[in-house]
């Protein structure tokens, strides 16, 4: 059974975009860039909203024709291209220049728990909208938190505020050279 995986960039004080969506103030260099194009080559799919899929797929589809593109930018257009996705969106007419791109209305548990049932490798989820439909449906199977080394003050949280406590267990961490922190955890 293929596991969904919460992958985000927060700043040390929570939040995965400033408030007016900003995100320039990660850190992501060679070594940071090449260890997420490692995670996610060999993912069965993404799982994104409408807003974080336009944004990436406005520049990755060709980013590899960019000359001054470095040799992780050139690898991960490639895995963008070729990488199946699950989009979000009740607005979305379709992702007609994205072969591998589906478009899902809303987040019905039963659909995804046939999509974790299909073969394939994990699937990653991103956007901090959609993470919060599929963790107040309890679907979230991991977590890997990429901790920058940065308060922004204000923004948009990540983590949704919840009834309840959820306990995990760490599964590992690392340190990047720029100081990035990578949290693992899964349910307990």
Known sequence: MRKIILM?????DGYYEGPE???DWHRVDAELHQHMNDELRSVGGMLMGRVTYELMDAYWPDADADPDASPQEVEFAGIWRSARKY???????GAQTDPNATVLRKVVPEEVAALKAA???D????????AASFLRHGLVDEYRIYVQPVRIGRGHRLFPPSDGQVPLRLEGTRTF???VVLLRYARA
């Open 119 to 121: 073969p394939g490798g």
């Open 8 to 12: 985000s960039q927060v700043s040390l």
């Open 177 to 179: 050279g720029n100081g």
């Open 21 to 23: 969506r900003q995100i």
């Open 123 to 130: 699937l990653t989820l991103s956007g901090a909208d959609l």
């Open 87 to 93: 989009v979000y969106s009740r607005t979305l007419d």
